[in-house]
T-cell receptor, first 110, second 115 residues
Framework: EDQVTQSPEALRLQEGESSSLNCSYTVSGLRGLFWYRQDPGKGPEFLFTLYSAGEEKEKERLKATLTKKESFLHITAPKPEDSATYLCACFTGTASKLTFGTGTRLQVTL | DTEVTQTPKHLVMGMTNKKSLKCEQH?????MYWYKQKAKKPPELMFVYSYEKLSINESVPSRFSPECPNSSLLNLHLHALQPEDSALYLC??????????????FGPGTRLTVL
């Protein structure tokens, strides 16, 4: 059975304090890994898609990387507006659907 | 434009009511999805329509009935729901092309409360 695990469950950072969120996966035939940001009570907002090990993508203060076992979402010099739940999801050939991790709740304080 | 719209934003209904959730996208996407999300949990897939045909049904109870009138619209008809069905219902769409899996874009959700 496909499994996606995110750590930590919750993370509290001070503004400017860089850190990384982890997404570990045990799936059959990974075809794509997706990162989303979700604010409370709202739908997930697409951030990145990664298709192969070694791939990296960047957007403002966020950078996503992918290896054969895990993905990292690096947050550089975060601001309070980066506070949200960050979800990763794997798309596999066998399931033909997204399998989501349980998310990391990020809080950035002044 | 990567916008998926959902109506209503909030819905309160009794267990004997019949209501419908609506979703619309104008990105030319050919796959549309319904997800259910409980508090502090990830989204759970309910239904997938690909080219207006139901292609995945994740064994959802029959009190939820999806409908895809055309490639831009997706409805979820609700009947005789239970309080445990209270959740955020999310619609998503994707290109459904060949090759690498396409990004799913989510709507803002409908917050459903069943009394």
């Amino acid at each position: 059975e496909d499994q996606v695990t995110q750590s930590p469950e919750a993370l509290r950072l001070q503004e400017g304090e860089s850190s990384s969120l982890n997404c570990s996966y045990t799936v059959s035939g990974l075809r794509g890994l997706f990162w989303y940001r979700q604010d409370p009570g709202k739908g997930p907002e697409f951030l990145f898609t990664l298709y192969s090990a070694g791939e990296e993508k960047e957007k403002e203060r966020l950078k996503a990387t992918l290896t054969k076992k895990e993905s990292f979402l690096h947050i550089t010099a975060p601001k309070p507006e980066d506070s949200a739940t960050y979800l990763c999801a794997c798309f596999t050939g066998t399931a033909s659907k997204l399998t989501f991790g349980t998310g990391t709740r990020l809080q950035v304080t002044l | 434009d990567t916008e998926v719209t959902q109506t209503p934003k909030h819905l309160v209904m009794g267990m004997t009511n019949k209501k419908s959730l609506k979703c619309e996208q104008h990105m030319g996407h050919r796959a549309m999805y319904w997800y259910k999300q409980k508090a502090k949990k990830p989204p759970e897939l309910m239904f997938v329509y690909s080219y207006e045909k139901l292609s995945i049904n994740e064994s959802v109870p029959s009190r939820f009935s999806p409908e895809c009138p055309n490639s831009s619209l997706l409805n979820l008809h609700l009947h005789a729901l239970q309080p445990e069905d209270s959740a955020l219902y999310l619609c998503a769409s994707s290109q459904e092309g060949q090759g690498d899996p396409d990004t799913q874009y989510f709507g803002p959700g409908t917050r459903l409360t069943v009394l």
